[in-house]
């Protein structure tokens, strides 16, 4: 795959880490791969839990010229000095997300497997709309974000798209064409070496 039609790289902190020694851990990924942005995603709703790690991962992207979103907390991106949000919830407050944030924000949006929500995020303004979980998986309703609507989106329409969820090699083979970002967590997060197990996963994108 040419590298300019090569999807880029979302990486997905994990639900729960420490921030004293995240920035390190973090670090090595985005030195030893090509990250495009870093997307702070945190099961806590503790203030302090979130503004702490927060800081770690804007120090540790920002370092390296990555661009940082947090899940939903409008507040905590302006004040932290984070790029943006990602909006969990589908187009629902894309639009209020734009006008708190400002034109220069990254305002991103998760539509599940809805192209309507997806199209509805675009036209209130998102940068992206991210579809999943494009593999098999036990959570949620077993739902999946079929290769049809990636196929149909990457032709139609203009607003970038991120592919996420149960990613496997075989699936980034597959979806690398017609995707413009994977976004990478879970996956990697389980093993001993994050970075290896990124880079085996993305190995077909070449």
């Not at 494009?134 to 079929?146: F, P, Y």
């Not at 609507?149 to 075989?170: D, H, K, N, Q, Y």
Request: charged letters at 25%; proline letters at 4%; a negative charge.
């Amino acid at each position: 795959m040419a590298a300019e039609d090569r999807p880029q790289i979302t990486l997905i902190t994990p639900p729960t880490f420490d921030a004293e020694t995240f920035s390190d851990r973090i670090g090595l990924i985005l030195d030893g791969a090509e990250i495009a942005c870093l997307r702070l995603s945190l099961a806590t709703r503790d203030e302090d839990t979130l503004m702490r790690a927060a800081d770690a991962a804007r120090e540790a992207a920002h370092a390296r010229d990555v661009a940082v979103v947090i899940d939903n907390h409008l507040i905590l991106a302006e004040r932290l000095g984070l790029d943006g949000v990602h909006l969990t919830d589908g187009s629902r407050h894309v639009r209020k997300a734009r006008k708190d944030l400002g034109a220069d924000a990254i305002v991103g949006a998760f539509c599940g497997t809805s192209r309507h929500d997806g199209m509805s995020a675009g036209e209130a303004g998102a940068d992206y709309a991210s579809f999943g979980p494009i593999g098999a998986t036990a959570l949620g309703d077993g739902s999946r974000a079929e290769f049809d609507l990636f196929e149909w989106w990457s032709e139609v329409i203009e607003v970038p798209i991120i592919a996420e969820g149960a990613l496997t090699a075989e699936l980034v083979a597959k979806f690398g064409p017609v995707t413009d970002f994977f976004a990478v967590g879970e996956e990697i997060w389980t093993s001993d070496d994050p970075l290896t197990a990124l880079k085996t996963l993305l190995a077909p994108l070449g």
